[in-house]
């Protein structure tokens, strides 16, 4: 049959959805558009509701099949205080025990495709004779930062958060110190060694997926491709094949709310406000948001949790947390009241994808976690940079020096809280002031260019294209 003949590939995330939703969609692409057969590999422990609801939805594509991996017992082999990508790296390193009979299984695909932290697949697919694929899941600026680490990592002693300037990428751009991702920050944790394991180990690939496109960061793809640094370690081949955006949003009763509520509010006028899957504010930031939202009198729809300093961390990462209703008590008394004609306040979770594309959407206020950023980039929504944690703090400030779609809050050196003042200017500028709208401008100029490199002969699509002929003739 036709479908014996095809090629076929695994596909395989690390928790959290900030990592499955982008491989998911590029195994729907690669199902869709290009007419491969695609395994999904699911790890299931600690799958978050949202996970298991994506993967064991009803109408996928035909081709495209979801492999649930056996769950296996963290309890005894994760300690309670363990950070979070420790934790993931321990969750995959067990999953994969069974990943070699699970490809034999499936008669040995004809290329995996992992992210940034399954490089244990490497020695699997090794003795299987399977090239492995790596698709890095944020921006090419990133990439170089991990591609160089290794080399940091040799040459230089003591923490580079005490490194007296910014950590230049060669050929590309200078990391500040402030915004080196927090798996870094401390070389003596658990996390740095994970994160640098994983990244010594991606120049093994056979090739580097991106998620992003040529013209968003031309200057780090060039220093990538062609700088001498990277030349030596040597890099395999990169291809952008972004941005991959989740693009629907089931209809439960919740995205019809906010979709009706936008439906009667003017273009451009409601900043959205959402930090990610698992971003939350501390008590003290909640207050001085919600006051410095409703002092700036604009129209907002916000995704409220419970304060940081409340939730647990990592269950709210793994999205353990969403649930939790008590966060209404967090907000000033009378806020709800006060704000009802302007503003729409849910609870954990909002459809993010319809609220960006839909046309009353102004402005985002967002974490900058990739897809995010990305997501907000594809409707034409300029941002607010409200980095948390990871990487967000590197993508903010690259959104806004070197793609100019973001403008970021007044932070003094050291400071904790951004006030209410400054986040009612803030609020305001994006919705009525210049810088605000030259953001939109971009913003828009963006999304076609991202709609070009997606489309038949864009250099997303042929990136594609070029990696499915490679994959058929294994
Ligand atoms: N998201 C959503 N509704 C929310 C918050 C987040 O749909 O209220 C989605 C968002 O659209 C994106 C993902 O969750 O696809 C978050 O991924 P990102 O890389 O931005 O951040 P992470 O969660 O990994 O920190």
């Known amino acids: 049959s036709e479908t014996a ?38 790890i299931t422990t600690e799958a978050s509701t949202a996970q298991t609801q994506l993967l064991h939805s009803p109408d996928l594509p035909s081709g495209l099949d979801v492999v649930d991996l056996p769950p296996v017992d963290l309890s005894t082999i994760v300690s309670e205080d363990a950070l979070v990508l420790t934790r993931l790296c321990i969750n995959v390193d067990e999953s994969f025990r069974c990943l070699k009979s699970v490809l034999l299984k499936l008669g ?8 940034l932290f399954c490089t244990q697949a490497l020695e699997v697919c090794e003795e299987l004779s399977i090239p492995l694929y790596s698709f890095c899941t944020t921006s090419s600026a990133f990439l170089a930062f991990s591609l160089y680490l290794p080399t940091m990592d040799r040459e230089i002693e003591g923490e580079y958060v005490d490194l007296p300037e910014a950590v230049q990428l060669p050929g590309c751009s200078r990391v500040r110190i402030e915004d080196l991702l927090d798996q870094v920050r401390d070389r003596k944790n658990d996390d740095y060694k994970w994160f640098l394991y994983h990244v010594s180990r991606l120049p093994k690939a056979a090739g580097i997926l991106i998620n992003t496109w040529e013209d968003l960061e031309p ?33 439960t009763a919740s995205v019809v709310d906010c979709l009706a509520w936008l439906d009667k509010q003017p273009t451009d006028s409601v900043i959205f406000i959402a930090l990610g899957s698992g971003g939350t504010l501390s008590t003290q930031q909640l207050t001085e948001f919600a006051w410095g939202l409703e002092r700036s009198r604009q129209r907002f729809l916000w995704v409220v949790r419970l304060p940081s300093d409340i939730a647990c961390d990592s269950a709210s990462f793994f999205g353990a947390g969403y649930e939790a209703n008590g966060w209404k008590e967090y907000l000033p008394e009378g806020f709800l009241e006060r704000t009802k004609e302007v503003g729409l306040v849910v609870s954990s979770w909002a459809p993010q994808v319809a609220v960006l594309s839909h046309p009353s959407t102004g402005a985002f206020v967002s974490h900058c976690g990739w897809n995010s950023s990305l997501e907000s980039i594809m409707c034409g929504v300029p941002m607010i940079g409200w980095p948390l944690y990871s990487e967000q703090r590197m993508n903010a400030t690259m959104l806004m020096e070197d793609v100019g779609v973001l403008t970021k809050p007044v932070v003094e050196p050291g400071q904790e809280t951004i006030g ?5 200017r803030l609020m305001r500028t994006a919705i009525e002031g210049e810088k605000g709208k030259a953001s939109r401008r971009k913003a828009k100029e963006l ?22 002929k490679q994959w058929e003739a294994y």
Do not use: W
Request: with cysteine.
């Open 5 to 42: 003949t095809k090629p076929h590939v695994a596909v395989v995330a690390s928790p959290g959805m900030g990592h499955i939703v982008p491989l998911f969609e590029l195994a729907k692409r690669l199902v869709t558009h290009h007419g491969l057969r695609v395994s999904f590999l699911n």
């Open 108 to 115: 040995k695909p004809n290329a995996v495709v992992i992210d």
């Open 219 to 251: 200057v780090a793809l060039r220093a990538i491709r062609e700088n001498p640094t990277y030349q030596e370690i040597p890099i395999p081949q990169i291809y952008p094949v972004g941005p991959l955006i989740k693009d629907t949003e089931p209809l």
């Open 420 to 424: 209410r003042l400054e986040i009612e």
């Open 447 to 468: 999304k076609e260019s991202a709609r070009k490199a997606l489309s038949t002969g864009g250099t997303s699509y042929e990136s594609l294209s070029c990696l499915t």
